[in-house]
């Protein structure tokens, strides 16, 4: 299996998908198409878990502004990882910068909603 | 006696256990996506009020350069106007004139009064006139007149380099305002539609209020005077579109000038 590197544009995040166990997604979301825009990356997360995944897997979100289907699309990525958490270690970074007041009830939104997955509010 | 179970019983448990399971999910995800509109909602506000704040911000400081533009124009006006012979409100008076030809000939409320604000520049380059020649009480020699007649292409070099679309229009009027229709005039000697339409209407509106107003070296000519003059120079001196429309908006001219009076 193979990294996947998507370079960040004006309207969506560089994501990089390492198979030594690092998701990370940087940067601004309000894709066009938010489904079709994250269909390559929820792909290669399901063949991640499903193949050999590393011993532990760390995901690191900095998201500095997103759209309302963006945020759904991050519940449904989280959703995965929790379908996924028995057999895997997984840890969350939600990182957001202090003035950023959105990104850290969105952070805190995910952690009462999924609460067995381990999510950190991590300040930068 | 021994009932044996339904097979039906257990299926339909299993039924239940599936509906329960998927309504479940249905009741979180409606839930989910109600969070996700309200939260999406407090920020669109947020957003809205921020962008007003800064919307704001713009305008004023909008209002202060396009202020500052108008300061400066008129100030550079004023000193023209304290190194030429013309005095008082005639700078103010030729601003008035030349909205209204402007107005009239078909340029935009935007425009004429950007022409307005331009058009008391016309004289800035009389500022590199020395006071020798500027002060004379006697009439000009050729070449005294010859040096006078340098302001034109003066001020035009002044205001040449800049990018400011007022400055731009002031530095078109300070050239061609000397410009005459039938490509007698200076400094360039255009001709008819050559002559930009500022310099065009600047020329005129300055003309008709010089000749209307006392100087240290001639008294005031009477409109009659003016009027004939105008109608001679109709195509000569002078766009004569632009005569038509000074006659058309006679009373308009005449009441600005009975309302800017020289003291």
Redesign the interface.
Known sequence: MENLTIQATKYTPEINLDTFGMISLTGKSYPENTFDFYEPMMQWVREYFASSPADETVVNMEIIYF??SS??LF?DFFDLLDEVKENHRISINWIYDEENE?AE??GE?FIE?FENLDIKLVVK | MTVHENKLVSEIESLKAEFIKTTEKLIKDVKRQDKIMARSDKRQQQEYDELQVKFAEVETLQKEIEETQKEVVFTMGAIGESRSKETGLHVKRVAEYSKILALSYGLDEKEAEMLKQASPMHDIGKVAIPDSILNKPEPFNPQDREIMDTHAQLGFDMLKMSNRPLLKMAATVAHEHHEKYNGNGYPQGLKGEEIHIYGRITALADVFDALGSDRVYKKAWNDEKIFKMFKEERGEHFDPKLIDIFFENLDKFLAVRDRMKDI
């Open positions: 759209n309302s945020s759904k519940f959105s009830e969105a939104d909603d």
